[in-house]
């Protein structure tokens, strides 16, 4: 029935709306995944074809333009895209942002901007970031791109326009806070909202405003990829798919410019789970103008956190009360590391920073060859560092001094490397898992876990070790248990009823490795057994959990970060629920206790909170 109805559709609408009729036309490119097989012809082909189109004026591109969002993918892309003989606009997708190893600072170096804002007879075009921003789960606007959005719409001048908004998700609970741009959206007179990701043609229905999926550029099984070319005439807008240098295919699907209402009262995030736990109160919060996309470090009666627009911050632990601020040339997504009245932090603007944790004052500051997204681990006096640019190094904290530098790593790191016994662990955007001699860089040994896909290396995950034994998850499923002197495996498993993904703990007394699961249930293990023993699985189901926060437990409580805004605390004795607090509807980085009535936690949507749990 569906296909005799496209096949209906088809025939009642024109090939392209008639010229006299159209007010203007673009092209909708999505989805070129440049780094893939045929990414590059296909979009070479694309491009050749639009400059052979002198009725399209303009081209939009929504997202996902690159497989892994890599300096050289980047720049490939834009080489091709710059053969193009007409305006474009540009915004990344979520295979741009999640693997970039440059924190997504290339994005905007490369192309200029991660948002565009322009108008074309009388239509005002709005294009945002979707993320996830290398961090792992649902797609989420980034706070400064919320920010960006909020200033283009106190634009007087621009106050009545029509709206084409595009972003490359669709505006549905696939992203974590699609409401904060519809609420933004509600009193404008938005004419449809475009998106690719799906790579397919589809039509939608958003809030009562019409929403249009667009098909990939990759050929995929066909011989020849293709686009679409989108006609505006005054009562319509229309959608055509476009096989280029082949032919343009009847309309698949019509708009109406007229008639479209918002709808009134739509559903919106619950936090009705507060009231259920009213011991547990936000003491303060602060609201970044950017999202955090790290843990945060706690430093007696202060706490020091970044964010995506670059700065290193304090406050107080007593009050949130604003210290200092330090502002690099990059977003940060590392934990900051203090040491001996010293915190250091790198950025993807390539420098290693180290300030005085009691002024935000400038200790240091070192270049590396590339963007750093991974965090600092101490060992001694050492600040250990993986980066982008295939080296891990060290810095002496006091002095700034290069003790060494390891230069044969395979991919980038992410993670915040682990410290144990002499040695520094750390995975790999390239399937592999390394060991150093913390002292000398010298390496003891490396472990691959045979994936020839690098999205299921070890490499977003906090390891964790005791007994001689070193702990990974991945996405690849597996939990996997290295010896820490040899790197070969102890066991390795993949339990299809616990699918363990990147987020991962240990019990305060080593007894314990936590681990949350696909399925939204966090396990315990028993940490001093040579063999998988499961000792407990929370009976408290958290829903589909992909993202990597890790686990940390404090005085028999284990506190669990979750991907929609969710702190969860559970008995470390057997899983069962404490308590838990919704404060956002974004990633939460981690929750870390302070002691048993004092808790921070921070999100990627910039917030940065503190609870405190009433005694019973």
């Given at each position: 029935m569906r296909h005799l109805f496209y096949c209906f559709l088809c025939c009642c609408l024109p090939v392209l709306a008639s010229g006299q009729d159209t007010l203007f036309r673009f092209a909708l490119v999505t989805d070129t995944h440049i780094g893939v097989q045929t990414g590059q012809e296909d979009l070479e082909r694309t491009i050749a074809d639009l400059n052979a189109q002198p009725?399209?004026?303009?081209?939009?591109?929504?997202?996902?333009?690159?497989?892994?969002?890599?300096?050289?993918?980047?720049?490939?892309?834009?080489?091709?895209?710059?053969?193009?003989?007409?305006?474009?606009?540009?915004?990344?997708?979520?295979?741009?942002?999640?693997?970039?190893?440059?924190?997504?600072?290339?994005?905007?170096?490369?192309?200029?901007?991660?948002?565009?804002?322009?108008?074309?007879?009388?239509?005002?075009?709005?294009?945002?970031?979707?993320?996830?921003?290398?961090?792992?789960?649902?797609?989420?606007?980034?706070?400064?791109?919320?920010?960006?959005?909020?200033?283009?719409?106190?634009?007087?001048?621009?106050?009545?326009?029509?709206?084409?908004?595009?972003?490359?998700?669709?505006?549905?609970?696939?992203?974590?806070?699609?409401?904060?741009?519809?609420?933004?959206?509600?009193s404008r007179d938005v004419k449809v909202m475009l998106c690719g990701h799906g790579h397919a043609n589809k039509a939608y229905t958003w809030e009562g405003k019409p929403g249009v999926m667009c098909r990939s550029n990759l050929r995929a099984k066909a011989p020849i990829g293709g686009y679409n070319i989108v006609s505006l005439t005054a009562d319509s807008i229309y959608f055509n798919e476009r096989t280029p240098g082949v032919a343009t295919l009847p309309a698949w699907h019509r708009v109406a410019l007229r008639g479209s209402q918002w709808e009134q009262n739509p559903p919106r995030p619950s936090y009705a789970v507060n009231d259920t736990f009213p011991q547990v109160k936000v003491k303060w919060m602060v609201q970044e103008a950017g999202d955090m996309?790290?843990?945060?470090?706690?430093?007696?009666?202060?706490?020091?956190?970044?964010?995506?627009?670059?700065?290193?911050?304090?406050?107080?632990?007593?009050?949130?009360?604003?210290?200092?601020?330090?502002?690099?040339?990059?977003?940060?997504?590392?934990?900051?590391?203090?040491?001996?009245?010293?915190?250091?932090?790198?950025?993807?603007?390539?420098?290693?920073?180290?300030?005085?944790?009691?002024?935000?004052?400038?200790?240091?500051?070192?270049?590396?060859?590339?963007?750093?997204?991974?965090?600092?681990?101490r060992y001694k006096e050492l600040a250990i560092i993986a980066g982008s640019d295939g080296h891990c190094r060290a810095w002496h904290i006091p002095s700034g001094e290069q003790r060494w530098d390891y230069d044969s790593v395979k991919g980038f790191v992410e993670t915040r490397p682990m410290v144990y016994h002499d040695k520094v662990y750390f995975?790999?955007?390239?399937?592999?898992?390394?060991?150093?001699?913390?002292?000398?860089?010298?390496?003891?040994?490396?472990?691959?876990?045979?994936?020839?896909?690098?999205?299921?290396?070890?490499?977003?995950?906090?390891?964790?070790?005791?007994?001689?034994?070193?702990?990974?998850?991945?996405?690849?499923?597996?939990?996997?248990?290295?010896?820490?002197?040899?790197?070969?495996?102890?066991?390795?498993?993949?339990?299809?009823?616990?699918?363990?993904?990147?987020?991962?703990?240990?019990?305060?007394?080593?007894?314990?490795?936590?681990?949350?699961?696909?399925?939204?249930?966090?396990?315990?293990?028993?940490?001093?057994?040579?063999?998988?023993?499961?000792?407990?699985?929370?009976?408290?189901?958290?829903g589909y959990e992909i993202c990597p926060s890790p686990i940390n437990e404090y005085n028999g409580i284990v506190y669990v970060a979750g991907q929609s805004g969710v702190v969860t605390a559970l008995s470390a004795k057997d899983g069962s629920r404490a308590w838990q607090h919704k404060f956002s509807n974004c990633l939460v980085n981690t929750v870390q206790p302070v002691d048993e009535r004092t808790v921070i936690a921070s999100s990627m949507d910039g917030k940065l909170i503190c609870l405190e749990v009433a005694g019973k």
């Amino acid at each position: 029935m569906r296909h005799l109805f496209y096949c209906f559709l088809c025939c009642c609408l024109p090939v392209l709306a008639s010229g006299q009729d159209t007010l203007f036309r673009f092209a909708l490119v999505t989805d070129t995944h440049i780094g893939v097989q045929t990414g590059q012809e296909d979009l070479e082909r694309t491009i050749a074809d639009l400059n052979a189109q002198p009725q399209v004026e303009f081209v939009v591109f929504s997202g996902d333009v690159t497989e892994f969002g890599t300096d050289e993918e980047l720049q490939l892309a834009k080489s091709i895209i710059n053969r193009l003989q007409k305006p474009w606009y540009i915004i990344p997708g979520n295979h741009d942002t999640k693997w970039s190893e440059s924190g997504c600072n290339s994005f905007r170096t490369v192309f200029g901007n991660e948002t565009f804002s322009f108008v074309h007879k009388g239509y005002w075009f709005l294009g945002t970031n979707c993320g996830p921003n290398m961090r792992m789960g649902p797609g989420q606007v980034p706070r400064e791109n919320l920010v960006w959005l909020d200033a283009q719409l106190k634009q007087p001048k621009r106050k009545g326009l029509p709206i084409i908004y595009i972003n490359h998700y669709p505006q549905d609970e696939g992203l974590n806070n699609w409401f904060d741009v519809l609420d933004r959206l509600r009193s404008r007179d938005v004419k449809v909202m475009l998106c690719g990701h799906g790579h397919a043609n589809k039509a939608y229905t958003w809030e009562g405003k019409p929403g249009v999926m667009c098909r990939s550029n990759l050929r995929a099984k066909a011989p020849i990829g293709g686009y679409n070319i989108v006609s505006l005439t005054a009562d319509s807008i229309y959608f055509n798919e476009r096989t280029p240098g082949v032919a343009t295919l009847p309309a698949w699907h019509r708009v109406a410019l007229r008639g479209s209402q918002w709808e009134q009262n739509p559903p919106r995030p619950s936090y009705a789970v507060n009231d259920t736990f009213p011991q547990v109160k936000v003491k303060w919060m602060v609201q970044e103008a950017g999202d955090m996309g790290s843990a945060v470090a706690v430093n007696g009666n202060q706490v020091i956190y970044t964010n995506t627009n670059g700065d290193i911050a304090a406050v107080q632990l007593a009050s949130g009360k604003k210290q200092w601020r330090f502002s690099t040339g990059g977003k940060i997504y590392a934990t900051p590391l203090v040491y001996n009245g010293y915190v250091v932090v790198p950025s993807t603007d390539g420098y290693v920073y180290c300030l005085r944790t009691a002024n935000g004052h400038l200790a240091w500051k070192r270049p590396t060859g590339k963007a750093i997204v991974a965090s600092a681990a101490r060992y001694k006096e050492l600040a250990i560092i993986a980066g982008s640019d295939g080296h891990c190094r060290a810095w002496h904290i006091p002095s700034g001094e290069q003790r060494w530098d390891y230069d044969s790593v395979k991919g980038f790191v992410e993670t915040r490397p682990m410290v144990y016994h002499d040695k520094v662990y750390f995975g790999s955007w390239g399937n592999t898992f390394y060991a150093l001699n913390a002292e000398t860089g010298t390496p003891v040994w490396r472990w691959t876990n045979g994936a020839s896909n690098r999205m299921f290396s070890p490499a977003a995950v906090w390891p964790v070790a005791v007994d001689g034994k070193a702990y990974l998850v991945s996405p690849d499923r597996y939990m996997t248990v290295l010896d820490t002197e040899t790197g070969l495996p102890i066991w390795r498993v993949q339990d299809a009823d616990n699918n363990v993904r990147e987020s991962l703990g240990i019990s305060a007394d080593s007894n314990r490795i936590y681990a949350k699961t696909m399925q939204g249930y966090v396990i315990a293990l028993n940490a001093r057994s040579r063999e998988r023993e499961l000792l407990w699985k929370s009976p408290l189901a958290l829903g589909y959990e992909i993202c990597p926060s890790p686990i940390n437990e404090y005085n028999g409580i284990v506190y669990v970060a979750g991907q929609s805004g969710v702190v969860t605390a559970l008995s470390a004795k057997d899983g069962s629920r404490a308590w838990q607090h919704k404060f956002s509807n974004c990633l939460v980085n981690t929750v870390q206790p302070v002691d048993e009535r004092t808790v921070i936690a921070s999100s990627m949507d910039g917030k940065l909170i503190c609870l405190e749990v009433a005694g019973k």
